[in-house]
DNA sequence: TTAAATTATTATGTATGACATATGCAAATG
DNA sequence: CATTTGCATATGTCATACATAATAATTTAA
């Protein structure tokens, strides 16, 4: 019996000339196979092409540029880039402008992600990095200050993501920073462990040093509990 | 020691009108704290009050209107709306422009996710989808054609993201789809195992069932090992 | 003849003015 | 009072002109 699925439907909305002409484009770039550093046709023979106005083309390319697909200069007319796949998601990063739903959803994602690496820090971890971790660790064992606090602990799961060495990912966590301060800071998410189960960062440390990848998991989502729950 | 930090730099590149019109208007956004469904001042307005030209002003208009932070209606106006994270990122998945790090790299994503997973499979299985996943099993174990295998691999993995219930990583796993493809077609990506130590979907269904969340890692790690040794 | 300087050409960037169109409001009409 | 009509308004589209920077072509000078 075949699923039926919805998500893939869009809203009906209002195309206007200029959504048709960048559907268009889009369309046109992916056929033609281009490659980095290919040249597109110009302004006005896409516009006689496409039969529509300069403006209509220019307003179409802009919204390509703010991709990161094409780059022009000028005279020399316009040519194919290579996009950066989450550069413009730190736009729509808002959390005044998400849902309560979405944002629990970027949360979970998060915990998910922080889990499912441990395999790579063990497999990446090197004495260095290991000794920065160590001294974030130390530093916020010194201080009992709320802002200071919450400074290392950003940094200590930032570090985590760095050990990965895995660009993508590290710069996909600084994207969802905003929302998991959003969380922490106006809805006062608090954690709701009795203070005997509650896995500090010096734990995971050690871990992270002497343990193994499931044993570091396990204290990672106790660590993390009290979100989980809530999620 | 401050650590040095250079990912947050980005290359020095022409700034053209537009683009620092859309920088001022995106700053202004957030500055005033504008709140779904609030309308904001009219094109000549924005032109009159930063001193350039109607036409700047829309070509930057036009691109927070692809981002989707405002809409527009003739006559009522712009209204900010509610930007979807992920509607825009496919845009940019086209395996042709990425370099091979980045898909590398995104590879590795997916297989952060799907081992950090674990828990919430378990949390959130019920015999409904359980049911369904083993229907996929079952087709595929009844053909050994290539294309139809590689479709219910696809399937099997697209479930499991279901099972979680989080909208938000199904999404971004269908985004990341083409890349996956690409790996598995094009650079002939096969497997390095010794037969014996292949981890069917079979086998990751029963473990679902029956299993535990860290068993279950386990086996989707070596169900995926072949990948991880590469990466 | 060759190198430097000048000029022309070209394609993108910006500005302006005009008109189309749909929407909401007000006035007019029965 | 309900319906229709007309008007004002803000966005959508187009045409045109000019600015600007990069390249090509041409001229000038040693």
Redesign the interface.
């Known amino acids: 019996m075949k699923?039926l699925n919805l998500?893939t439907l869009t809203p009906i909305k209002?195309l206007t000339q200029?959504d048709k002409v960048?559907m268009s484009l889009?369309a046109y770039f992916?056929s033609e196979?281009?490659?980095?550093g290919d040249p597109i046709p110009k302004e006005m023979e896409l516009a006689e092409a496409m039969g529509v106005s300069r403006?209509a083309i220019?307003?179409?390319l802009?919204?390509f540029r703010?991709?990161?697909?094409i780059e022009s200069?000028k005279n020399r007319g316009m040519i194919?880039t290579?996009?950066?796949?989450l550069n413009?998601?730190h736009?729509?990063?808002?959390p005044?402008?998400?849902?309560g739903a979405?944002m629990k959803?970027?949360f979970?994602?998060r915990?998910?992600?922080?889990?499912?690496?441990?395999?790579?820090l063990f497999l990446r971890k090197t004495n260095a990095n290991l000794k920065?971790l160590e001294q974030i660790v130390e530093k916020e064992e010194k201080t009992d200050k709320k802002p200071e606090l919450v400074k290392y602990d950003i940094e200590f799961h930032s570090m985590l993501y760095e050990i990965s060495e895995?660009?993508?990912?590290?710069?996909?966590q600084?994207l969802l920073m905003p929302v998991f301060d959003y969380m922490n800071n106006e809805l006062h998410v608090k954690s709701q462990l009795p203070d005997t189960e509650y896995v500090s960062h010096r734990v995971l440390l050690n871990v992270l040093k002497n343990g193994t990848p499931?044993e570091f998991?396990?204290k990672m989502?106790r660590h993390l509990l009290n979100y989980?729950e809530k999620v």
């Open positions: 699923q998500t209002y200029v960048e889009e992916r196979n281009f490659q980095i403006t220019r307003e179409a802009s919204r703010l991709l990161g697909i200069r194919i290579r996009p950066d796949i413009n998601m736009r729509v990063m808002d005044q402008l998400l849902d979405t959803e970027i979970e994602m915990l998910v992600i922080e889990i499912g690496l441990a395999d790579i920065k895995n660009k993508t990912i590290q710069r996909f600084k499931e998991r396990s989502k989980f």
